[in-house]
């Protein structure tokens, strides 16, 4: 299974973007779909997250701010991110745990400018 994640680029501070994330083919027993982001020398960190009964989770720091949704149809979920900051410049990856094992997206740059 391959997780190709799209929607990055270059935006102001004040943008928005959307993210998304197809997986190749339809994953059984999904527990979570996730995002998380990497900033230049730092740790990866968590950003949202969606499971199955559609209940969502944040990041303190996004919360308000971005907004996860799935399409199950599409095999997609995607990050809805307004009122972007600088801060939130990072390498942005999906991730789709299922019960068999966790899949991971190459990664879509985001950069906001001040």
């Known amino acids: 299974v391959q997780l190709q994640a799209s929607g990055g680029g270059l935006v102001q501070a004040g943008g928005s973007l959307r993210l998304s994330c197809v997986a190749s083919?339809?994953?059984?027993?999904?527990?979570?779909m996730r995002w998380y982001r990497q900033a230049p020398g730092k740790e990866r960190e968590f950003v949202a997250s969606?499971?199955?009964?559609?209940?969502?989770k944040y990041a303190d720091s996004v919360r308000d701010r971005f907004s996860i949704s799935r399409d199950r149809a599409k095999k997609t979920v995607n990050l809805q991110m307004n009122s972007l900051e600088p801060r939130d410049t990072a390498v942005y990856y999906c991730?789709?745990?299922?019960?068999?094992?966790?899949?991971w997206g190459q990664g879509t740059q985001v950069t906001v400018s001040s």
């Open positions: 991730n789709i745990e299922t019960v068999y094992k966790g899949h």
């Open positions: 969606i499971i199955p009964n559609g209940s969502v």
């Open positions: 083919e339809t994953l059984i027993g999904i527990r979570a």
